[in-house]
């Protein structure tokens, strides 16, 4: 019991110094606390799981994404062997180990944990189950984070097959995929039908249900709004944003809603920036440009301007051409459009040497 006393303080103290972003000293005492477990419980305590995993946190944190991948792939061992190869609790590692490998450039490596989880879960779940609809949601955002937009699609229509072979057609658990589906296409800045088709067959099954959600009707007019203020021509009325908002007005979390949908800088159509002089490198030497602009009642950007950036000049005209080209949702207060002012972003980077040095040069 002593023990477990000391390793349960060597885990406070390294948590305490995590907190302070004294790294290496809290590496030291979660591995101290490591090493108290599994002389009282043997090499393959799952005690040693939560430590390890810190452990990991804490490497990740201190940009230290080799050991990090090393610390979740040791958590990940004991988790197998103490629970089972199959256990679903070893998720939570694998999607931390896929966030190192990506920041260490190695997508392909951090693609096989996002199918290896959603592996588990289709092990251990009837085909049809809700669990392996969630497992295929996650996967498919993880996709469209990394814009793989097209796989992205593949893994929402794996679901709307299996919703429709389960529980029919008309099933109101196809608005999500729909949803998702329209979405990629108007992140992907392809206009293309079937896209715009999704999202109205989305808001045509949710309206013909006896038992209507407010918040899930809303969601979706919020997104036929995104997808007529990214491709539109001129003169959109905004009809699908003015009835998402009178809509959540009688939603529980209605007004939280309407601050995190209408205020703010949303983008709805994301214009790609240049990858002239940027690096993929965990290494390479990091820098930002920050940016102010306004948001006409169109979605359009306006008045944009460089407020700083590092290094000075390398990428400003670049952010600068990305907000102007790119669209937001337009702002709303009290159910009326209103224009956003003084907004500002910020877009942080990773460059490749030899750029900073000619950058340099020239100023």
Do not use: C
């Amino acid at each position: 019991r002593k023990s477990l006393q000391v390793a349960e303080a060597y885990v406070d103290l390294a948590d305490a110094q995590r907190q302070a972003k004294e790294y290496e000293l809290a590496a030291e005492n979660y591995l101290a606390a490591v090493e108290v477990y599994r002389s009282i419980d043997g090499p393959f305590t799952p005690l040693a799981i939560p430590p390890l995993t810190s452990l990991g946190d804490n490497y990740h944190e201190a940009d230290d994404h080799v050991n990090a991948v090393a610390s979740y792939t040791e958590a990940r061992t004991v988790s197998r062997r103490v629970y089972g190869l199959h256990n679903e609790e070893q998720i939570e590692l694998l999607d931390r180990m896929s966030r190192s490998l990506l920041d260490l450039n190695q997508l392909t490596e951090a693609e096989e944990q996002q199918v290896e989880a959603l592996r588990l879960i289709q092990r251990s779940h009837p085909a049809d189950s809700d669990a392996v609809l969630e497992a295929l949601y996650k996967y498919a955002e993880w996709l469209g984070e990394r814009l793989l937009f097209q796989l992205q699609r593949d893994q929402y229509s794996r679901a709307l097959r299996i919703i429709r072979q389960t529980h029919g057609d008309r099933d109101v658990r196809q608005v999500k995929p729909m949803l998702g589906i329209g979405n990629a296409f108007r992140e992907e800045r392809n206009p293309a039908g079937p896209g715009l088709s999704a999202l109205q067959d989305a808001l045509a099954l949710l309206l013909e249900q006896p038992e209507r959600d407010a918040v899930a009707i809303a969601t979706a007019l919020r997104d036929l709004g995104d997808w007529a203020v990214a491709f539109g021509k001129t003169g959109y009325d905004g009809m699908e944003y003015q009835r998402a908002w009178e809509l959540l007005g009688s939603a529980p979390n209605g007004e939280q809603l309407r601050r995190e949908w209408f205020t703010g800088a949303n983008y709805v159509l994301y214009e790609p920036i240049s990858p002239r002089d940027l690096s993929t490198a965990p290494d390479a030497a990091s820098g930002h440009v920050t940016v102010s602009f306004d948001i006409d009642v169109a979605g359009n950007s306006t008045n944009v301007m460089l407020v700083e950036s590092t290094p000075v000049g390398l990428k400003d005209e670049a952010v600068l051409r990305h907000i102007r080209r790119s669209r937001f949702r337009p702002l709303m207060a009290e159910g009326q459009f209103v224009p956003g002012r003084n907004l500002a972003i910020q877009v942080n980077f990773r460059y490749l040497q030899e750029a900073v040095a000619g950058n340099e040069d020239r100023n």
